[in-house]
């Protein structure tokens, strides 16, 4: 693996499921694959889980890490060709990306979008030439349309705790990616990302997907291919498994927070209308706004577990990219 920045880089998901769960049972297996090598990690915007979990994944191969804070250590970088760079603009992309690859053997970048034009960010022009000038593999920490990692995540916690074999399950578990309020427009990142992750398992007859959202809170067609479409949360919620919370900003009126209808927060009477799921968040998440405070602190919540398996998935991925690196740590 040379490049982690959607589910379309993944040959085999169940195998990277596999590895990840391998990996959380014995963590240091492979220390020894890192060693004298280097993981760069480039953050553009704040980061909790991704910044920790990376880290320290890659620590148990045996890696060293180096992490650069771009928005706040680095220089202002110019992504657009042919310009002349007299204006706020210090260091050009194509020598920022390039001199990375020179000090790192594998480099991590997080970025996350604007929301002020669809077109800019959705070409993922920032991501798609860090990995062209960088020369070495690159794991997205975060793009302006996916968080790959965070779907991985997402997958192998449904994968370890969903139980075929208890008396009342079915043979498949119902995902239902459910969108939340919010008070201010959020990326569409995380739900793109969980819907392709999702809509890639169904077909490989692992799980069935259903996204519910309020009209005008549909995601790009591209994302969503598969997926049963709801616009009425109870009914998209009767009789899940797994109910995936998420806000997200508009993508057809770009970025905008529309109006939207009441009753899109869950809480325990909501729970009942599911087959009593088990209740997901990326986090950070707003108590109480996007999600119930009485379910968060509740049996059905597996918002610290999926955090914890952010850690296995990011071992899982670097651990893949590593295996494709010769002694001399070249491509």
Known sequence: MKLFSSVHDVTDIKQLVSSALALKASPYAHIDLGKNKTLGLVFM??????RLSTQKAALNLGMNVMVMNMDKEGWALETQ????MNGTTVEHIREA???????????????????????????????????????????????????????LADL??????????????KAKPKVVLAWAPHIKPLPQAVPNS???????????????????????????ESFTSGAKISHNLDEAIADADYVYV????????YGKLLDFPEGWMMDNEKLKLTNNAKVMHCLPVRRDLELASEILD???????????????SAQAVLKAMLETLTPEGQL
């Open 45 to 50: 915007n704040p980061s909790l889980r991704t």
């Open 81 to 84: 060709d042919g310009v002349i």
């Open 97 to 151: 990306a390039a001199v990375m690859g020179e000090y790192c053997d594998i480099l991590g970048l997080r970025s996350f979008p604007k929301l002020q034009n669809r077109d800019e960010d959705y070409n993922e022009e920032f991501f798609n030439k860090f990995v062209k000038f960088c020369g070495v593999p690159v794991v997205s920490l975060e793009s302006a349309t996916r968080h790959p990692l965070q779907s």
């Open 156 to 169: 192998v916690t449904i994968h370890e705790t969903w139980d075929p074999y208890r008396i009342d399950a």
């Open 194 to 220: 969980f819907a392709e992750w999702m809509s890639r398992a169904q077909a490989e007859g692992m799980l069935d997907f259903t996204i519910a959202q309020p009209e005008g809170f549909e995601l790009e």
């Open 246 to 253: 998420k806000n997200w900003s508009s993508y057809k009126e």
């Open 298 to 312: 509740g049996p059905n919540s597996l918002v610290i577990h999926e955090a914890g398996n952010r850690l296995w």
